[in-house]
């Protein structure tokens, strides 16, 4: 069964950094880019951007492009999300995603349960 | 990249059938067929509905539909039930320099 577990719910004070996890398994998880999406409160989904464990290739929405930075660790299975310096606007709700296609086109069918982000001071 | 376009809102009673559309552009919706529909319960995350504009992974009922004309793809739900009330969701593949653009979202009430 195929799997994706998201690290728990956070909050940080504005300024401070973060890095969330998604851990895959029931399937080979160097094979399979991963995404990333947010839903800010009461919002839409957004894509974010997305990388291939196999080889780190990462893609980018021109959108998150220098505001998140997006890595795997292909011995644990496992993709992060990071800030390096969080902003109250960064509050949100973020899923990671796998594809099943490339970054030139496919679907993200199996969903993690979601990271909370909260950051307020 | 703006985001497509989606209904707000849409209700329909039991029984009845309910078509939800997503407009983009000959960029996104119309220049690919990785148009995907997800549905997304409060507190939940997403659920693959449709995928591919027409194709329906397994487990989704038959109810659910999807196809596309030009620029706007359309995921119609019919002998609609309770649980279908959800919010949904359109993506489409942008091409390599945006990649995915969602949809706004559609509320689905069932009356």
């Known amino acids: 069964e195929v799997q994706l577990v998201q690290s728990g719910a956070e909050v940080k004070k504005p300024g401070e950094s973060l890095k969330i996890s998604c851990k895959g398994s029931?399937?080979?998880?160097?094979?399979?880019?991963i995404g990333w999406v947010r839903q800010m409160p009461g919002k839409g989904l957004e894509w974010m951007g997305i990388?291939?464990?196999?080889?780190?290739?990462?893609r980018y929405s021109p959108s998150f492009q220098g505001q998140v930075t997006i890595s795997a660790d292909k011995s644990i299975s496992t993709a992060y999300l990071q800030w390096s310096s969080l902003k109250a606007s960064d509050t949100a709700m973020y899923y990671c995603?796998?594809?099943?296609?490339?970054?030139?086109?496919?679907?993200?069918?199996?969903w993690g349960q979601g990271t909370l982000v909260t950051v307020s001071s | 990249q703006s985001a497509l376009t989606q209904p707000r809102s849409v209700s329909g009673s039991p029984g009845q059938s309910v078509t939800i559309s997503c407009t983009g552009t000959?960029?996104?919706?119309?220049?690919?067929?990785?148009v995907t529909w997800y549905q997304q319960h409060s507190g939940k995350a997403p659920k693959l509905m449709i995928y591919?504009?027409?194709k329906r992974p397994s487990g989704v009922p038959d109810r659910f539909s999807g196809s596309k004309s030009g620029n706007t793809a359309s995921l119609t739900i019919s002998g609609l039930q309770g649980e279908d009330e959800a919010d949904y969701y359109c993506?489409?593949?942008?091409?390599?320099?945006?990649?995915?653009?969602f949809g706004g979202g559609t509320k689905l009430t069932v009356l």
């Open positions: 990388i291939y464990p196999g080889d780190s290739d990462t």
């Open positions: 591919d504009v027409s």
């Open positions: 000959s960029s996104d919706v119309g220049g690919y067929s990785f």
């Open positions: 993506c489409s593949y942008g091409g390599t320099n945006i990649n995915w653009v």
């Open positions: 029931g399937y080979s998880f160097t094979s399979y880019w």
């Open positions: 995603a796998r594809l099943t296609g490339t970054f030139r086109g496919g679907t993200f069918d199996y």
